[in-house]
């Protein structure tokens, strides 16, 4: 019954893959499109609303379609084409984070435990929780144009996870035992989607600040994105919450450190990482306070912590010697 | 040479001690410097996690010591093997801290004023703040001021009223939620400091059927605090009824794997009556005040050894150190009197025995299924008589001789559980007389875990409101506009993050004015 379901997972994680792969594609189109549009951003601008009107009259009129044609029109009002291959991209997305949902399930049901023992379990359901930060912030604000970023990034962990970190379902050892495992490290993995999705905002708003500071960028479509200083209000008030979570794993994790191994805190290796990252997220939120530190020094900073918690994940669960050793491998 | 120098110098005022001293704590108190210091903590915790350290991988440490004496040295010098208590890791977290608490008290100070102060001013011009709008209401400029105030107050708004408008100002809890969060920080750090004095560590190895209590004398390695006193252990004692591990036996990639890991006790605290307990991994046992965990277990074989007369000169348990998952174990057993000569062994212990391609034996399963014990026997001199201490867990073989194993006449002794053999030289026998099995235990007393943790929610709460109480001032403006009819102002300013800022101003607007259209209507 347990191979049933473990073949299960991975044939729908494999799945996942291939459509996270068409959908970074088309994400990867949809920038090129924004490239190619902001060519002509100085007609859209001036002719304005009237292009918009004349626009959706004419497919109107020229479309036998008439209401397929103006539900597409309309939901995206102001711009003078309709962003399909976003639209598209956005569905296989969602397409491939249910699939991919699917396999985190049936990897803990084939388990009959929390699907995040080991490493390749907690790259995969990391990766569907980081999707599922970037698809749920969607009804909060249109962070679409990060989609290539958390498709990309999404593929390339469970790429990894899938051909070097995979191991077979066994039981869990005592010292993994515990309610602290499903809430531990549930809410670390919760984090770095917001973490993630802070450090590919932070990535736009450097390219942004440099656009805006005159220097000559091929990167066009930041035409149509939002201004460098819109992006750090974001990236801010998502790295907030990674941080209150954060702050909470650094808390549970001591918690279970003293019923596991005796001890709240013992700088162990895992914990001075645990400690590094909070310490440099501090210092973002600090820094946005301090003069000369707002814009880009403290999106440098969110972009540090982020690759702290991939060193965390990867270089310090595989080559560091420390009690958290149920890499599995 | 001189004279130029001192000509082109800037003449800048003396400062004096008191000056020079508001200078350096200005500038250790200023956002830049404690920035400056947790980016440099964060930077310094890295070495620690490099480099094994004394306190969490004692081994590792002596293994580098060993391996790079060179590079050791130098390590050495900066105290890198003892990070996180070094002078200038420490250095950096209190100069942090100092530059906290001279951020924090200040603000407590102008945190407390404002508290007690009433909302500022109405704005001349409302139209220059943030989500302004406008509304036209029936209702006179009174009614409408006197009802935009109830309805701020019922959102929790603390109001004024400044001739024809209301100024309001909400969210105070957002400093004191920073306040408690960065205050909270300080009380972990002094919990730890204070509260970790008062603990102690203590590493015992029990074995089946044995007791032990809680007295320093009985501790196998015992870590005082600072301020410890020998009045602090509590009389108590813990015996090993059993201990019961269960090994996974269906799934194959996991054959032999622990699953659970269960001690059975019974304790007694002195002057009390005894009772069962159990002692689980992840399971701590509390027990007059301290907490016992199960850290770790193998066997312990009971050897008997006779003399040539077959009188019994030892029999008791010796516990064996695992060198593998399947609980193969080194068996160091020791025999200074009794016997013609001082007798050392060096034995193997292998749970469920294999035989390896090479003809060597190993274990291949951690359960007690087909035991063997292999022993190499040595005489001579143990070292034990010249009042040096020495490991337990450790052989000296410069001045042994081997008289049974590898490199002597004799073949190594085997055993399995029942079985008696001879010793060569004719000095007696040996009798692997049974195999129970131990559990090593850790007792910890420490006083700082509740403070801490009281500390470490406070933080969190601190942290949660501080980010997420939007802190903001609106006001609310009214006059009678050219038709006659009441025209009404909103217009709100944020002070910090505040996401939602506008909409609450058009929501508070839209709310206003329905009430007093409902007002004039009925």
């Known amino acids: 019954m347990t191979e049933t379901f473990v073949s299960y997972s991975l044939i729908a994680v494999y799945s996942a893959m291939a459509i996270y792969t068409l959908a970074f594609v088309l994400f990867a189109i949809d920038l090129a499109r924004r490239s190619a549009e902001s060519s002509d951003a100085a007609v859209a601008k001036t002719a304005g609303l009237a292009t918009g009107a004349a626009g959706s009259s004419a497919v109107l009129a020229a479309s036998g379609d008439a209401a397929g044609a103006t539900t597409l029109t309309v939901s995206d009002s102001g711009s003078p084409r309709s962003p399909k291959y976003l639209r598209l991209a956005m569905s296989m997305t969602v397409l491939a984070w249910v699939l991919h949902v699917g396999a985190v399930v049936f990897r803990g049901v084939a388990a009959n435990r929390v699907p995040w023992a080991n490493m390749f379990e907690f790259t995969l359901t990391a990766t569907a929780l980081i999707v599922g930060v970037f698809l749920i912030v969607q009804f909060w604000q249109d962070l679409r144009f990060l989609g290539s970023f958390i498709t990309g990034f999404s593929l390339l962990a469970l790429g990894v996870g899938t051909s070097s970190f995979y191991v077979d379902v066994v039981p869990l050892p005592p010292s993994l035992q515990s309610v602290w495992l499903v809430i531990h490290v549930f809410v670390a993995s919760l984090s770095t989607g917001f973490f993630a999705l802070a450090a590919a905002l932070s990535i736009v708003q450097l390219l942004q600040a440099r656009r805006e500071a005159g220097k000559a960028l091929k990167l066009r479509f930041l035409d149509t994105l939002p201004p460098s200083e819109r992006l750090e209000t974001l990236a801010y008030r998502l790295t907030v919450v990674g941080f209150v979570m954060w702050t909470f794993t650094l808390i549970a994790g001591a918690v279970w450190a003293e019923r596991a191994w005796g001890r709240y805190w013992g700088w162990d290796t895992k914990e001075v990482w645990t400690f590094i990252i909070w310490t440099i997220f501090a210092g973002y939120i600090h820094a946005r306070a301090t003069r000369g530190w707002r814009g880009s020094r403290s999106a440098w900073l969110a972009i540090v912590g982020f690759a702290a918690i991939i060193f965390n994940f990867t270089i310090v669960n595989l080559f560091f010697k420390g009690l958290h050793a149920y890499s599995g491998l | 040479m001189d004279a130029p120098e001192t000509q082109g110098k800037v003449q800048q005022p003396k400062l004096g001690f008191v000056g020079y001293a508001r200078f350096f704590w200005r500038q250790l108190t200023s956002m830049r410097t404690a920035l400056f210091l947790l980016l440099l903590l964060a930077v310094a915790a890295v070495p620690g996690s490099l480099v094994p350290q004394v306190s969490s991988d004692p081994n590792g440490v002596i293994a580098y010591r060993n391996n790079y004496p060179d590079t050791a040295a130098v390590l050495d010098f900066f105290q890198v093997f003892t990070t996180y208590t070094s002078v200038w890791f420490s250095s950096i977290y209190l100069l942090l801290f100092i530059s906290l608490i001279g951020c924090v008290l200040p603000r407590t100070k102008h945190h407390f004023d404002a508290l007690r102060a009433r909302p500022p001013k109405t704005p001349a011009r409302l139209s220059r703040l943030q989500g302004f709008t406008t509304e036209t209401t029936d209702a006179d400029v009174a009614t409408t001021i006197q009802s935009a105030q109830r309805l701020l107050r019922s959102q929790r708004y603390r109001t004024e009223l400044y001739g024809d408008s209301v100024s309001a100002e909400r969210g105070y809890l957002r400093e004191t939620g920073n306040l408690v969060f960065h205050a909270a920080l300080v009380g972990v750090l002094v919990a730890v400091g204070i509260g970790g004095g008062f603990g102690y560590t203590g590493q015992r190895v029990v074995v089946e059927g044995y007791a032990f209590s809680n007295s320093l004398a009985s501790y196998d390695s015992f870590n005082p605090g600072r301020f410890f006193s020998d009045e602090a252990l509590e009389p108590y004692s813990i015996a090993l009824d059993s201990f019961e591990p269960v090994y996974e036996q269906v799934i194959r990639e996991a054959i032999g794997q622990a699953i659970d890991f269960t001690a059975y006790v019974t304790t007694t605290i002195r002057g009390e009556e005894s009772q069962s307990a159990q002692i689980k991994v992840n399971e701590p046992l509390a027990l007059g005040g301290t907490s016992v965990y199960l850290l770790g277990n193998g066997y312990a074989p009971v050897l008997t ?60 399963y951690p359960d007690l299924i087909a035991p063997t014990l292999t022993l190499e026997v040595y005489a001579g001199d143990l070292g034990l008589d010249n009042g040096q201490s020495t490991n337990a867990y450790a052989l000296n073989t410069d001045s042994l001789e081997q008289i049974a194993g590898r490199t002597s006449d004799v073949e190594t002794l085997k055993l399995t ?64 506009d050219s038709s006659g009819r009441t025209r009404i102002e909103y217009a709100a300013l944020a002070r910090g993050d505040d996401p939602n800022l506008e909409a609450a101003v058009s929501e508070f607007a839209e709310k206003h004015s329905q009430q007093l259209t409902t007002k004039v209507g009925s």
């Open chain 2, 305 to 364: 050894v006779r003399d040539a007369d077959d009188a019994v000169v030892w029999s008791q348990p010796t516990a064996c150190l695992p060198f593998d998952a399947n609980l193969g174990s080194t068996c160091i057993i020791k025999i200074p009197d009794g016997l013609d000569q001082e007798i050392g062994m060096l034995g193997f212990l292998y749970p469920t025995t294999g035989t390896l391609s090479s003809g060597a034996l190993a274990s291949v």
């Open chain 2, 417 to 480: 559980p029942g079985d008696t053999v001879d010793l060569p030289n004719n000095l007696g026998s040996v009798e692997l007389t049974s195999i129970p099995r131990f559990v090593s235990l850790d007792v910890h007393h420490d006083p700082s875990q509740l403070p801490v943790l009281v500390f470490s929610i406070l933080v969190v709460a601190g942290l949660v409101t501080s980010l997420f109480v939007p802190r903001r001032r609106m006001w609310v403006s009214a006059a009678v």
